[in-house]
């Protein structure tokens, strides 16, 4: 197991590098210009002198070399720098954001509270609703409550977060003025009543993200429940004088569980970008909303490093994926 | 070394293997039996074929241009409020109402949803069709699942925006060229929406055929000198067709939403061409004063993917001859 | 009294990026930037100039400027504090302009400082800018809020190719504005607190601005009007009547503004077509089979409903124009042909020049070749329906039209690759907005220069996007940049306007647009001013008491 | 004691409601069970042995059951006898593992794969006896001791999958036994096992009867460990009772023509001593068969010399082979024309991937195979595929070996259409023909795998094998899965086959009395080799290998009068068949006892 972890991690860099060029490559034939916000009436001279200030002129086998060198070279070294107080960063250029001319990765690490607060929360909370859900609907296959979940989930599923969003708001904020329409990224949780308004803030966009992840999971969550509830070893249990209780969420579910998992493992990266449309919607700036804004401006460093980011935690989750299939199953066991 | 009791004649009988009883039918009778079994899959079956009959349809019957402005007549609500609100601005001519710029909106829905079903049907076609291929090859083809596999993450890392902008650039000439700009538009973004989004697909149908590949009848198959290629299409693909349904059902809501949301970022067909997602995401700012726009889309795109949610449930169990007998 | 009235939440539904408006020309970022640092002098809600670090408006009458127009000497406030403490000199204002025209900086606003010769300083509050050339207009550099000045101290290593790198800099810099940053979150919020070090010791009346970018206009727009969350919202770009519907509610209420910002269609006057070889299309080389001549241009405009156009898509914020300039009043011209509607003379106008529908279709042609247009714009709802509604138009002349819409990043950003730039034009016609900074049009009408066309030989940048060209037109150009006397230039200037849109219709103008933004009902002193940063006076900013 | 019964079935009919319908899984049973008795209820697959043990557990309602009609009194510890029918779950739940033990058919899915064989033991312990957890795994060694499990404290922390099938199913009955239950239930707890494995369970239920007094409700289709482990049978067919009575007297002379066929049906071995060459077997009610012996010929048809097939482990970062199963090891025979060789041995001993190696379905790492003059080695994969029209496989399941999405005619003809060897209403004949021909009705050309029985599967996988006119069939364990009276039926059917087409078979199996049937020659394989090989009658009536000595020991005879005593079982646990990357085996040296009779004489590991 641990050699396995390891040969698939030391693949994984090849495997990053492949997807970063790929990416840089896609990035570099797409059209779009960083210089597209600027206003018409700064005369196209002083445009170009501004693309070439960005270092635009290069060839872009140079200008991915230079960013190759820079995110795992350098930031590593700012990394280290910033935890025991070394210098070995100092003087050497990080990754540059063309639109705010600040190091990428200081914006990536500001932005990390809002997302992991409100996407990860809403994954959290989608799975904790998905889960009991997919289970009671197994155990009453075709009974009116699997077929009321089945029907919300699908709905949930098929309607966009773009209109779920702004129904809740002129409902919640506009009508009825309970929460705000506006997250607050500077707030400050440090008392029971700033947990309230953080929670107040933060109520609406999970809700709209959890139900998304609920469709999703609960359907996966049922699924595997069905596959498990007619196994021999559920009698055997039963046959032991097992409650219901023991069978369904002991036995059953431990098993169901091994493929849920994996499911929800490999959701996670979309965390960091997925939830686009809705950080949108409710002004969270989080990741999502950095690489649409990014992607607008044709923020070209900031893109290639929030998607190397992103595929970086594919290839991660993926193998955590694999690992956590085979702890949980003692009898997959990868050499 | 008991020798054999004398014969009595019912004992054939019970030495006889019991086989069916029930006289042997048509394959497609049988599917269709058991598929009318399923209540929800009958719904959405009719549904469907009401909706796709409605779209393809429904311009020869109701003869409105939806492009058509027709200023004076803006901001109709549909006629059914007038029930209620009897001071609501309605009309006749326009049973659902209008949108902003006067443009009938029974006529955007039946032409927006020929759109949206389009690019619904091909982007999941396209999607399920690269999805099951891949994972169909990657399990099967030991060597190959590496690289596969790797290509899956690839792509799972791409970023959609980025290439469809490519696409755009490279492709929309020569497609407008060939198919007129609604056409190329359209074989640009069901292809985007495909490529980008067959990877959980090829995942789940890689699983399963890593498992089936072990199962008898496929060394069986290969011993009676079947090639790979016909293993695949014969033993694994019909055993596979459970997952490919449950990821067919979502991936066509996917499809549509993601058409929707291109649309939303600006990014979609051109702007007077309707679709059900821009219908929604255009009425969003109006939805208080009429709830209507985003209601009839809204309840469109929903009731199309819960009904192809039951028509898979209901097909699934259909072809599947193990369930189907019971 | 400073900083008596608590905290004011301010929403830009386009985050800023960055503090240093010399490092980038986003609008969202020179207003951000305007909370903290300030200019020599700034234009008020009508256009005229008023001093702000500076004691007065230099001019010829009071001798600031010299009398062959080729320098420019301002004067500093005495007195003038950074937020640092540190007193402002005419070193910081020579700073300024040499971090600006370094040519390794990519300086954004690099146009402003164009034909500047020199900067010095003549004593510690007094800085001379001499000129290669007379400028009639010598307001342009240290005015306006796009060329503010900046603390030498602070900026002084980052000149050049180190401007990037100066992240703490870019992010917080020392001012001499109202405000001083505490915290910028570079595209999601900046909090500010009041410059203890201000020139007004009762201004601020905020102690502290929440500055919060992103979203969209329609919840900014929500946060204001309706749900009373915010205090002042920018830029409502909303239909009329969504916005109308949001200040029902009674929170707040949109204002309005006009300046300089002219909806326009273009007309291609060279040929688009796909058939032509790479580098040929749309150049010179080949004129448009059919917009080439002058009555279907003409045409196309008579069949456009300005005053419809307005009311679907502005509502206040607009006004139906003819004008490429606007405003101000000194420059802007009487032409008012264009505003009625006459889709009969549009017929009758093709008609007149041979363009009938000869095989049936419902579009006209002449010589097998079909009135059939391309017509391209970026992706924004108001366009959209402006699309939709001149299309219409367009096929009851006979005309058919293929809406074309590209996202606004790629549409306007130049970059030659893309064959879908506004500067490639591979459309017969497109449409957007454009205006001019501050108060004089001369660079604005140079742009239509004949040669000043984006080309393949110039990586197809140029601002003459129509391809016009008219001797005439350049002649007159000349003749109004050595034009220093004001009423005369405004003549001239209505003329050039009229050659280019009334008489040629190579512009098509539709729709003078003006700035809409929202207060909430408790915010007093907004003075929405569209010659400048909107925030311009935010020190004047307080609180309605109930 | 015996007067008072401890399970008392009366008129039990219990139904399930399906989607086309009510269907009754059984109709009506009555029986009882005293204290200290084995009572076997056999039948054919199907007749509902299940089900009604299942009812007795009132287990049967989570599968869909219904019990519609009868009593279920059981005897309680305290509390007298008590109707299980009317009792409701919770008061089930204290009767099931508590006083009724059961034991599954299945030992490979019985056991919950996730969790260590100590927290399954010990689960119902606590739940039952109120044990601490130190107490239940005390308690718990005791029982894996007492069901003879080496190395016990060790396997409480291991998985279920680390465990061989014998050992799981000692847990399963650990499991059933550990709160000393009155009344055990055991259904065809050994019919997945091999012969020594069985012997050893038989043996143990037997012995805990024995000692503890316990109730055991035995359910088994085979007639050898009825006459076993039975006091008394009960004969059910079709979801009812048809005959029930004391062991000797079902034996010696049954009543009713279903256990007469029945029984007539079960090879014994020692059946075929003094003859040559196979005979098919006899069967109640088919006056019409042909039950001549079939001698085969002389010529060579397959020859397989020093057979390696080697499996790599690999392991570490650069995953190269760090050890080999060595699953053939240096094999050599022969098989003749119209002739079968059997291989028989234990569960793993390398018998399906010898069979499978010849196919080059597994490739073999080295030897030779040579069929009918063709060098298979040496195949090119198109020339191999090809090369699989002579020789075809049956394989042991019949549920698995077929695709459960193609109607059977597809099946039949898939073989045909691979090669092209016919197409349209020409291949339909064929494919009728083939139908005709495994004695299957053309009706069920149309039908899918499920509607068919285990028998009727099997008949189409013979159909599909015969499909090419193959020269060699290979059949592993073809016959393993399938009830005896439909076991008997394919057994004659291949072997009618064989006369008539003159084919040849390599028959795989671990039945010692159906090998003895069928064969003409016998390999006996252990570990990877064969230990002993000969003609049939040299092999059975002298065996000379230790081995084949002890292998024929334990295999069960279905005579109650020959029953076989713990005493004479003394089994080795068979040593692993991995070896580090670079070991070389011993070659493989035989000593010839008499003509084409040879033994090994150099170590097999045994
Ligand atoms: N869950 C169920 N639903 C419907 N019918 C069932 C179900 N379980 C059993 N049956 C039916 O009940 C009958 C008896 O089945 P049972 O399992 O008792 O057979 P069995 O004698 O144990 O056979 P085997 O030897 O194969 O285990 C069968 O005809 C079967 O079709
Ligand atoms: N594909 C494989 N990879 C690795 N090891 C294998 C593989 N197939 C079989 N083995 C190993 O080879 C040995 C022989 O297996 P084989 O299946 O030939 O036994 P068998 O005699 O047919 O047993 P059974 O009676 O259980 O079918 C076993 O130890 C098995 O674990
Ligand atoms: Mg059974
Ligand atoms: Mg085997």
């Not at chain 1, 196209?44 to 060198?69: D, F, N, S």
């Not at chain 2, 909106?105 to 690269?130: D, E, K, N, P, T």
């Not at chain 2, 099967?140 to 980025?162: A, E, N, Q, V």
């Not at chain 4, 024309?337 to 059997?342: D, F």
Request: include cysteine.
């Amino acid at each position: 197991m641990l050699t396995y972890t390891i040969r698939r991690l030391v693949l994984s860099f090849p495997v990053l590098l492949f997807i970063s060029f790929a990416v840089f490559m896609l990035l570099q034939l797409a059209p779009g210009d960083p210089m597209a916000q600027v206003p018409l009436t700064v005369p196209p001279e002083v445009k170009q002198q501004m693309r070439e200030a960005l270092g635009l002129g290069e060839p872009p086998l140079v200008q991915y070399w230079k960013w190759l060198v820079q995110v795992f070279w350098i930031e590593p070294q700012v990394l280290i720098d910033h935890w025991f107080g070394t210098s070995f960063s100092e003087g050497k250029l990080r990754v540059i954001s063309w639109q705010t001319r600040s190091p990428v990765m200081d914006i990536v690490i500001q932005r990390i509270p809002q997302t992991l607060w409100v996407v990860g929360l809403a994954y959290v909370v989608g799975v904790l609703i998905a889960l009991p859900i997919g289970i009671y609907s197994a155990y009453r296959q075709y009974s009116v409550f699997d077929q009321a979940g089945t029907f919300v989930t699908m709905i949930g599923f098929s309607i966009p977060p773009f209109f779920t969003g702004p129904l809740l708001i002129v409902i919640f904020s506009v009508q009825l003025g309970w929460f705000p329409s506006i997250y607050d990224t500077t707030h400050v949780v440090n008392d029971w009543a700033s947990f309230k308004i953080q929670l107040q803030q933060m109520i609406m966009p999970v809700m709209v993200l959890a139900l998304q992840t609920t469709a999703q999971i609960s359907r996966y969550m049922r699924a595997a429940m069905l596959d498990n509830l007619n196994a021999d070893y559920v009698r055997t249990a039963r046959a032991k004088g097992m409650s219901e209780w023991v069978v369904v969420m002991i036995h059953v579910l431990r098993n169901s569980m091994i493929p849920v998992i994996t499911v929800i493992a490999l959701g996670v990266p979309a965390i960091f970008g997925g939830a686009i449309i809705t950080e949108n919607v409710f002004k969270v700036n989080g990741i999502g909303q950095l690489l649409i804004t990014a992607l607008f401006a044709n923020d070209l460093p900031m893109v290639m490093t929030l998607t190397f980011i992103f595929a970086f935690l594919i290839v991660m989750f993926n193998l955590i994926a694999d690992v956590l299939y085979g702890l949980l199953d003692p009898r997959i066991r990868y050499d | 070394m008991t020798e054999p009791v004398p014969a009595s004649p019912k004992a054939i009988e019970a030495l006889r293997d019991a086989g069916p009883e029930a006289p042997p039918r048509s394959q497609w009778r049988d599917v269709w039996d058991q598929f009318r079994k399923h209540k929800g899959a009958m719904f959405g079956g009719a549904f469907l074929v009401f909706i796709t009959l409605a779209v393809l349809f429904g311009p020869w019957v109701w003869t409105l241009d939806p492009q058509q402005l027709d200023i004076r007549n803006k901001d109709l609500r549909p006629i059914w409020t007038a029930l209620w609100d009897s001071s609501a601005k309605t009309a006749i001519g326009h049973p659902f109402g209008t949108d902003n710029l006067g443009r009938d909106q029974l006529a955007q829905m039946i032409y927006g949803g020929r759109a949206s079903m389009a690019v619904g049907w091909a982007a999941m076609v396209l999607s399920l069709f690269i999805g099951t291929a891949i994972g169909v090859i990657a399990g099967y083809f030991r060597k190959l699942d590496g690289i596969l596999m790797r290509m899956t993450d690839l792509f799972l890392s791409l970023p959609i925006l980025p290439l469809l902008l490519v696409a755009v650039t490279l492709f929309r000439q020569p497609l407008r060229a060939n198919f007129g700009p609604e056409g190329g538009m359209f074989i640009l973004i069901v292809t985007v929406i495909g490529i980008t989004s067959w990877m959980p697909t090829a995942r789940i149908v890689r699983g399963d055929v890593l498992a089936l590949k072990e199962r008898e009848f496929v060394l069986a198959a290969r011993s009676i000198g079947t090639t790979p290629w016909k293993i695949i299409q014969r033993h694994l693909l019909p055993n596979v067709l459970s997952p490919i349904m449950v990821s067919a059902t979502l991936g066509l809501a996917t499809a549509i939403i993601t058409e929707s949301a291109l649309s939303f970022l600006g990014v979609g067909f051109p702007s007077d061409f309707p679709t059900w997602g821009k219908m929604l995401a255009d009425a969003v700012p109006r939805m208080v004063d009429f709830p209507e726009r985003v209601m009839l889309p809204g309840i469109a795109i929903s009731l199309t993917v819960l009904s192809v949610n039951y028509l898979g449930d209901g097909l699934r169990d259909a072809l599947d001859p193990r369930l189907r007998g019971r | 009294e400073r900083g008596a009235d608590g905290q004011v939440n301010i929403i830009y539904w386009q985050a800023p990026s960055i503090m240093n408006p010399y490092l980038s020309g986003g609008t969202k970022d020179i207003e951000a930037a305007s909370l903290v640092i300030e200019p020599l002098g700034r234009y008020d809600p009508t256009g005229a100039l008023v001093p702000y670090l500076a004691v007065e408006i230099p001019t010829v009458e009071n001798g600031g400027v010299s009398e062959d127009l080729t320098t420019i000497t301002w004067t500093l406030k005495e007195g003038l504090l950074w937020s640092d403490g540190s007193p402002v000199t005419a070193a910081d204002v020579v700073f300024t302009s040499e971090y600006c025209m370094d040519p390794e900086g990519g300086c954004a606003q690099r146009a402003k400082f164009d034909g500047v010769a020199s900067v010095e300083a003549v004593d510690d509050l007094t800085v001379k800018v001499t000129f290669e050339t007379p400028k009639p207009n010598p307001y342009g550099p240290f005015m306006g809020g796009q060329s503010p000045i900046l603390q030498k101290a602070q900026f002084e290593n980052c000149k050049g190719a180190n401007a990037s790198s100066c992240t703490e800099e870019n992010f917080n810099p020392i001012g001499t504005g109202p405000f001083r940053v505490t915290d910028f979150r570079p595209n999601d919020v900046i909090s500010l607190e009041a410059n203890p070090n201000y020139r007004d010791p009762a201004k601020p009346a905020f102690a502290t601005v929440n500055f919060k970018g992103g979203g969209d206009a329609m919840a900014a727009g929500r946060a204001v009007l309706e749900t009373g969350e915010f205090d002042y919202a920018w830029n409502l770009q909303l239909a009329p009547d969504v916005l109308e519907q949001m200040a029902a509610a009674g929170q707040g209420e949109p204002i309005a503004a006009f300046g300089t910002l002219v909806e326009r269609i273009e007309m291609n006057l060279t040929d688009p077509s796909p058939d032509l070889p790479e580098g040929e299309r749309s150049t010179v080389a080949h004129p448009h089979p059919f917009l080439s001549e002058e009555p279907v241009r003409r045409a196309l405009s008579m069949a456009i409903d300005r005053e419809l156009l307005v009311e679907v898509g502005y509502g206040q914020a607009g006004r139906a124009t003819c004008n490429l300039v606007p405003a101000p009043e000194l420059y802007a011209s009487d032409n008012t042909d264009c505003l009625t509607q006459d889709i009969e003379g549009a017929k009758a106008l093709l008609e007149e020049n041979g363009w009938t529908d000869s095989d049936g279709d419902g579009i006209r042609d002449k010589d097998g070749m079909k009135l059939s247009l391309v017509y391209q714009t970026s992706t924004n709802a108001v366009r959209q329906d402006f699309q939709a509604l001149i299309k219409q138009w367009w096929s009851e002349i006979g005309v058919e039209t293929e809406l074309r819409n590209i996202d606004a990043s790629v549409f306007f950003g130049g970059d030659p690759g893309s064959p879908d730039t506004f500067q490639k034009f591979y459309a017969d016609v497109e449409m957007y907005a454009n205006n001019f900074d501050g108060t004089d049009p001369q660079a604005y009408l140079s742009m239509y220069r004949c040669g000043n066309e984006p080309k393949p030989s110039s990586q197809w940048q140029g601002e003459n996007i129509n391809r016009f060209c008219s001797e005439e037109y350049d002649a007159l150009l000349d003749e109004l940049a050595q034009t220093g006397e004001l009423d005369k230039r405004g003549e001239i200037a209505k003329q050039l306007n009229d050659m280019i849109t009334k008489e040629t219709m190579t512009i098509v103008p539709l729709v003078d647009r003006g700035r809409v933004s929202a207060r909430s009902n408790t915010l007093g002193g907004v003075a929405l001013n569209t010659w400048d940063s909107e925030l311009w006076n935010a020190a004047d900013w307080y609180r309605i008491k109930e | 004691m015996l007067d008072h019964p401890i399970a008392r079935i009366e008129n039990l009919r219990v139904e399930f409601q399906t989607k086309s319908g009510t269907v009754v899984g059984v109709e009506d049973v009555s029986f009882d069970i005293a204290a200290g008795e084995t009572v076997c209820v056999v039948g054919e697959s199907g007749s509902g042995k299940s089900v009604s043990s299942l009812s007795l557990m009132r287990l049967i309602e989570f599968g869909g059951g219904d019990i519609a009609n009868g009593k279920l009194i059981f005897d309680r510890k305290d509390g007298g006898p008590l109707d299980l029918t009317t009792a409701d779950q919770d008061l089930m739940r204290t009767i099931r593992g508590n006083e009724i033990g059961m034991i599954f058919q299945e030992p490979m899915t019985a056991l919950n794969p996730v969790f260590t064989v100590g927290r399954q033991l010990t689960e119902g312990l606590k739940v039952h006896r109120g044990m601490s957890q130190d107490e239940a795994e005390a308690r718990a060694l005791e029982l894996l001791r007492e069901v003879r499990i080496p190395e016990p404290e060790r396997r409480l922390r291991q998985y279920p999958h680390e465990l061989s099938g014998g050992m799981r199913q000692r847990v399963v009955i650990a499991m059933a036994l550990a709160c000393k239950p009155r009344l055990l239930i055991a259904d065809e707890p050994t019919t997945a096992l091999d012969v020594t494995i069985q012997a050893e369970i038989l043996a143990l239920i037997d012995r805990l009867k024995r000692e503890t007094g316990t109730a055991v409700m035995f359910i088994t289709h085979d007639m050898a460990v009825v006459a076993q482990m039975a006091d008394r049978v009960v004969v059910m067919f079709r979801g009812n009772k048809v005959e029930e009575g004391p062991v000797e007297e079902i034996f010696e002379a049954p009543k009713h023509p279903y256990t007469q066929a029945l029984l007539a049906a079960v090879p014994k071995l020692g059946e075929m001593t003094g003859s040559d060459a196979p005979r098919p077997m006899k069967l109640v009610g088919r006056d019409d068969q042909a039950t001549d012996p079939i001698p085969g010929t002389n010529e060579t048809l397959l020859t397989v010399e020093n057979l390696v097939t080697r499996f790599p482990v690999t392991g570490g970062f650069f995953r190269r082979t760090v050890a080999n199963v060595h699953a053939v090891e240096d094999v050599s025979f022969t098989i003749n024309r119209g002739q079968t060789l059997s291989l028989v041995g234990e569960s793993g001993c390398g018998k399906s991937t010898a069979g499978r190696s010849i196919l080059r379905l597994v490739e073999p790492l080295s030897g030779k195979i040579d069929l009918d003059g063709m060098d298979v080695m040496s195949l090119s994969p198109g020339a191999l595929r090809r090369a699989r029209q002579d020789m075809q496989m049956i394989f042991q399941d019949p549920f698995a070996s077929l695709n459960p999405q193609m109607q059977l005619a597809d099946q039949v003809s898939e073989p045909m259409r691979n090669f092209g060897l016919a197409s349209g209403s020409e291949m339909r004949d064929r494919v009728a023909n083939l139908f005709d021909r495994v004695e299957l009705p053309r009706s069920f050309m149309q039908r899918y795998p499920h509607e068919l029985s285990g028998g009727q599967r099997q008949r189409i996988a013979i159909a599909r094998a015969l499909a090419l006119n193959p020269k060699l069939i290979i059949a592993d364990e073809a016959v393993s899965a399938l009830d005896v009276s439909v076991q008997a039926q394919v057994v004659n059917l291949m072997m009618e086959l064989q006369a008539e087409l003159g084919l040849s078979f390599l028959f795989i199996s671990h039945d010692m009395a159906v090998v003895e049937r069928v064969s003409h020659y016998v390999g006996v394989m252990y570990l990877g080799r064969i230990v002993e090989l000969g003609p049939r009658r040299a092999v059975f009536e002298d065996p000379q290998h230790p081995y084949t000595q002890a292998l024929m020991k334990a295999v069960p005879i279905a005579d109650p009068r020959q029953r076989k005593s713990e005493r004479d079982l003394n089994f080795k646990p068979i040593p692993s068949p991995i070896h580090e990357a670079g070991y070389t085996p011993d070659p493989t040296r035989y000593k010839e006892v008499s003509p084409g009779h040879k033994v090994l004489i150099s170590d097999s590991g045994y």
